[in-house]
């Protein structure tokens, strides 16, 4: 829709809300306000896979370190508040380089900032953009050591099977032969484990979904009556994921862009997915991808797994 403008989020709203099963990529969750919410969701008691993970990078960072070798570059992918990272750069021998990318670029520019104060050694290099789109190549800084992705969390959870290739094609792309890439994956468990996670009790997630429909009220000129929609989390067992859903509280229409948009009572804007998905499924779309898995760590009831692909 309206192809003459060049403005992604203004494109992929108004597409979005022009299907049939309204739906909007997740990416556009994080603005400056979307990362502090986010942030926020990874303390909270319900939410397993940040503490999770961060318990698997503590306890096994020196063999991550070891693996990537000496005055390495460490490339992250949808980089967020640079916790995850710190772990990995303290366990590195010598590292040479750290380049951030992330769509947010306030959020990502005062995360590098505090970073550069606290590792004044390591070159810094922060990127702005959609890590889904981005094609880094030459731009990344050469090092004596090798390029190591690193791609932590559970967003990889948030892509359908192309869009993974896609995303570990370019990754494969930018960080060359003899690269490495450590991804997090969020495991297959019960509902009973995964709801609570993305609708906890005390609204913050509910908070970070609905940023999404402020920022196009802000950004989009937008008038959207955020009292007028929920937040909604769902199980879908046919495809293994939590789906965050915006669901419409009554009949009612927004303007977004100078074009309008209607809403039945209980029809959904579809905002997130996030899949669980086993290794060996994994596995087998990473190799499509020009990597091998070479190494899986996990915590010892096997809610999240830490993975180290090396280039082939």
């Not at 494109?11 to 739906?23: E, F, I, M, R, T």
């Not at 896979?49 to 961060?54: K, Q």
């Not at 306890?59 to 990272?85: D, F, H, N, T």
Request: aromatic share 8%; charged share 25%; glycine share 8%.
């Amino acid at each position: 829709m309206d192809g003459m403008n060049t403005d992604p989020f203004r494109a992929d709203v108004l597409d979005g809300l022009s299907y049939p099963q309204k739906s909007l990529p997740s990416r556009w969750l994080y603005d400056a306000e979307g990362s502090r919410l986010f942030d926020r969701i990874t303390e909270l008691p319900e939410y397993y896979p940040t503490r999770t993970e961060l318990k698997i990078l503590r306890s096994r960072a020196s063999e991550m370190a070891s693996a990537i070798g000496p005055q390495s570059v460490v490339i992250e992918y949808g980089a967020g508040s640079l916790l995850k990272v710190r772990i990995l750069l303290d366990a590195l021998d010598r590292p040479e380089a750290f380049v951030p990318v992330d769509i947010s670029a306030s959020h990502l520019h005062t995360a590098a900032d505090e970073l550069k104060a606290d590792y004044p050694k390591l070159q810094i290099h922060p990127v702005a953009a959609d890590f889904m789109a981005s094609n880094l190549g030459e731009a990344l800084p050469q090092a004596a050591g090798r390029r190591a992705g690193f791609f932590p969390g559970s967003t990889v959870g948030n892509l359908l099977d192309a869009d993974i290739l896609r995303f570990l094609s370019n990754a494969r792309s930018d960080l060359g032969d003899g690269s490495c890439f450590i991804v997090g994956l969020d495991q297959p468990k019960s509902p009973d484990v995964l709801l609570p996670a993305y609708d906890d009790a005390q609204g913050v997630t509910a908070a970070f979904n609905l940023n999404l429909l402020k920022r196009i009220n802000r950004e989009l000129g937008g008038n959207f009556d955020l009292d007028a929609f929920a937040h909604e989390a769902r199980w879908n067992a046919a495809e293994s994921r939590i789906e965050m859903h915006l669901r419409s509280l009554k009949p009612q229409s927004a303007t977004v862009a100078g074009e309008r948009f209607r809403f039945a009572e209980g029809e959904t804007i579809h905002t997130e997915n996030s899949r669980k998905i086993g290794l060996d499924a994994f596995g087998e779309l990473a190799e499509k991808a020009g990597w091998r898995l070479d190494r899986t760590w996990m915590d010892d009831d096997n809610l999240f797994a830490v993975m180290m692909l090396e280039a082939v």
